[in-house]
């Protein structure tokens, strides 16, 4: 066996309950078969815990493996790959693992926020749906009352993640182009092969996290891009009435754009 390759390793993985990127390092540890236990946290609230642990950064998803301690998606990825080989999360051929890389860079610093400033924005119209995302999660509180009490926190969070109405107005009509993009790169064989890659599961959770809003999930669920989601995250919490204004999901119900 190379001297790399951990038979077993202890894992714990901090998460946000309804978090895409979460999902994403969730998909990956279940792909690689490696047992882990989940530590939910409230968002914000993460931010303090992270950094008291003595975690390189201060966003979730957060993996503690062995004695190591990693912060972000696509490092979880490149870190699992390393610890346990198989089955791969990038292609070994260079050329194809180049296009996952490029796809999964973009998934991570374009679409990842599209989708999270997308639901900030409904949830501080209409925080009921909270209670839906953090289903099957443990957050030390009734979530009942978890969420009562959530209006500091989307607030926050809309700040933070400048969830602000122009910008997510912006976000909804670039959209069209984002999942034309992605769905290009299926018929490429770039995404949606047989076996799911880092980019399947960095993209997918995303559009996953679009698809639990209503005013969304039947203009994506057709399309290539909503049965790569389904593949990605089969199980994901959440469920949001609609609640976006009408004129700002009329680029989702025009013909499909040319991709951004
Ligand atoms: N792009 C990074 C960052 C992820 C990120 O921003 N995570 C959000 C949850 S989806 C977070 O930590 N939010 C808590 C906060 O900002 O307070 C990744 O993929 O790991």
Do not use: C
Request: proline residues 9%; charged residues 25%.
């Amino acid at each position: 066996m190379p001297a790399d390759r951990i038979p077993t390793v202890e894992a714990k993985l901090y998460v946000i309950p309804g978090s895409h990127p979460s999902r994403t390092a969730m998909r990956m540890l279940e792909i690689k078969g490696i047992s882990y236990k989940r530590v939910d946290l409230m968002p914000v609230v993460s931010r303090g815990v992270l950094r008291a642990m003595g975690f390189p950064g201060v966003t979730i998803p957060a993996l503690r493996i062995g004695d190591r301690k990693i912060t972000g998606s696509r490092e979880i990825a490149k870190e699992l790959d390393r610890v346990q080989p198989d089955p791969p999360l990038f292609p070994a051929e260079p050329d194809a693992r180049a296009s996952v890389e490029q796809a999964e860079a973009w998934g991570d610093e374009a679409l990842q926020g599209v989708a999270r400033r997308i639901l900030w924005n409904a949830l501080k119209r209409d925080r009921t749906p909270l209670a839906s995302y953090s289903e099957g999660a443990r957050l030390g509180v009734p979530i009942g009352l978890a969420v009562k009490t959530a209006a500091p926190i989307v607030a926050l969070e809309v700040r933070i993640n400048e969830a602000n109405d122009e910008r997510v107005r912006e976000d909804l009509a670039a959209l069209p182009g984002m999942l034309q993009r992605i769905d290009d790169w299926i018929a490429a064989g770039v995404l949606g092969g047989d076996d799911l890659n880092a980019a399947d599961l960095q993209i997918g959770t995303s559009v996953r996290l679009l698809m639990s809003l209503q005013d969304l999930r039947e203009g994506i669920a057709a399309r290539p891009a909503g049965e790569l989601a389904m593949r990605a995250a089969p199980d994901y919490p959440g469920d949001a009435p609609p609640v976006l204004p009408a004129a700002w999901l009329e680029p989702m119900r025009r013909e499909p754009a040319a991709a951004a």
